[in-house]
């Protein structure tokens, strides 16, 4: 995102009535259960974001980046507040979220243990992941094709805020802990959380869809697999760009989201802000 473009924290209030549809994405449980599994993992982890940040308050110098870590917070924030009502909705269904969010707790509390940098490295690659799921389903209509529009609305906001603030908890590290040691730092980060996120987003699904009884459903594991890793997938996309996270001299601002920001930002403005 440009120097000139302000991170703004969003207050959508999403509500979730108890009749939407539990099978809410394309009418299929393994699609909804991918998206749902995220979704189990963001309040907390979110929250990981932001101290990891936060630690450093006092060692960042630039305005600008200041101004930015406060708008990076603010966003996460409300993030973590509308997907903690998205998973009491999830609860009410009887899928026994708190299980995965007890698991996700735990570890969050043991990444918790480790020097202060490395937590900010595995921020920042998560960060990286956020923003390149964001990129795909901003970029990519059919990614939310067949959504109920209350779950892609939630979806596309919080895309949209990520592509936003993709640049923070990345420029806070290469403030912080800059050379050789930070490039080993990051791409360790990035290594660990790459094999730890995909595991814990199937491990996710797996568990929803037991939970469902939909776990042999497998036309529905098909149709999942097409969304994912199929030609405009979801996930081929965001793997396809971890990549490139290993060039020495990556920035999240190499790949131009900015026009994208833009064309959601006035989506925002006229569909939900002053819906
Ligand atoms: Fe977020
Ligand atoms: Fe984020």
Redesign the pocket.
């Known amino acids: 995102m440009s120097d000139t473009q302000k991170i703004t924290p969003r207050d959508p209030g999403f509500s979730f009535a108890d009749d939407l549809p539990v099978n809410w994405h394309s009418d299929d449980p393994a699609i909804s259960h991918f998206y749902n599994g995220l979704s189990l993992t963001?309040p907390e982890?979110?929250r990981f974001?932001v101290d990891s940040v936060r630690h450093f308050a006092d060692e960042i110098t630039d305005p600008k980046l200041k101004v930015d870590v406060r708008g990076f917070a603010g966003?996460?924030a409300i993030?973590?507040r509308e997907?903690v009502v998205y998973n009491q909705y999830l609860a009410k269904q009887g899928l026994e979220p708190e299980k995965i969010e007890r698991l996700v707790t735990y570890g969050l509390r043991m990444g918790r243990k480790l020097p202060k940098k490395t937590q900010l490295a595995i921020t920042c690659a998560l960060e990286h992941y956020?923003a390149l799921f964001a990129e795909a389903i901003l970029e990519n209509p059919k990614v939310m094709e067949g959504a109920h529009p209350q779950f892609a609305n939630l979806w596309r906001w919080?895309a949209l805020?990520?592509s936003e603030?993709k640049a923070v908890a990345f420029d806070v590290f290469k403030t912080v802990d800059p050379g050789v040691g930070g490039y080993l730092r990051r791409i360790i980060a990035m290594t660990l959380t790459t094999i730890n996120f995909n595991l814990s987003a199937l491990g996710n699904q797996i568990y929803l869809m037991k939970k469902s009884g939909e776990l042999t459903n497998w036309r529905s594991w098909g149709r999942s697999l097409r969304h994912l890793w199929g030609r405009e997938g979801v996930w081929r996309h965001v793997m396809k760009g971890v990549f490139s996270y290993y060039r020495p001299s990556f920035h999240p601002n190499d790949r131009d989201t900015d026009a994208l920001v833009a064309k959601w930002r006035t989506w925002y403005a006229a569909d939900i802000q002053s819906s």
């Open positions: 963001f982890g979110e974001f966003q996460e993030h973590s997907h956020t919080h805020e990520e603030h």
